[in-house]
Antibody, heavy 120, light 107 residues
């Protein structure tokens, strides 16, 4: 059974940093690209970042470019999102999601999400 | 960036109704479009990809069509479990943007 479990969310002050993790199991992690998608409370989905299986392709939404860094450790079946210079508008549930097929770029499994709240 | 515009933003319908949700891209996306369903407090669930291909396990009352910039999601006969919010997502180019969502409510 595929499982994606995010962790690392919490309350953080504006300008500070936070690192999210996503632990994956139930599939061959290093066969798939992985993604972060966020959702502000009561709002829609926003694609944040993605990383290919071999880290060769990485992309970011304009809203986080230069502040967030995605990475992965295939040996640990883990995906990460380093978030720096956090702003109030970064407050959201952050989901990790798995490529539905190698190179598909849409998502068949999602984690339950971890809430990041940026507030003083 | 490619902008995705869904319409309507909300929709009231009854069990058994046929409903259609539209998603328009700001430029052609060559059917690189997925649809998701999200229920309150839950993660999104993939319904269709490549504009019209049904994900495994998704009921056949869900269908998709379209090309170029204009795409539709149709639910042929609404069931009680279909009342949720629906999102389209283009995966033609990074950033892989979502539509703003369509909330389907019970009339």
């Amino acid at each position: 059974e595929v499982q994606l479990v995010e962790s690392g969310g919490g309350l953080v002050q504006p300008g500070r940093s936070l690192r999210l993790s996503c632990a994956a199991s139930g599939f061959t992690f290093d066969d798939y690209a992985m993604y972060w998608v966020r959702q502000a409370p009561g709002k829609g989905l926003e694609w944040v970042s993605g990383i290919s299986w071999n880290r060769g392709t990485i992309g970011y939404a304009d809203s986080v470019k230069g502040r967030f860094t995605v990475s992965r450790d295939n040996a640990k079946n883990s995906l990460y999102l380093q978030m720096n210079s956090l702003r109030a508008e970064d407050t959201a549930f952050y989901y990790c999601a798995k490529d539905a097929a190698a190179g598909s770029y849409y998502f068949d499994y999602w984690g339950q999400g971890t809430l990041v709240t940026v507030s003083s | 960036d490619i902008q995705m515009t869904q319409s309507p933003s909300s929709l009231s319908a009854s069990v058994g109704d046929r409903v259609t949700i539209t998603c328009r891209a700001s430029q052609g996306i060559s059917s690189s479009l997925a649809w998701y369903q999200q229920k309150p407090g839950k993660s999104p669930n993939l319904l269709l990809y490549a504009a019209s291909r049904l994900e495994s396990g998704v009921p056949s009352r869900f269908s998709g069509s379209g090309s170029g910039t204009d795409y539709t999601l149709t639910i042929s006969s609404l069931q009680p479990e279909d009342f949720a919010t629906y999102y389209c997502q283009q995966y033609y180019s990074i950033p892989y943007t979502f539509g703003q969502g369509t909330k389907l409510e019970i009339k």
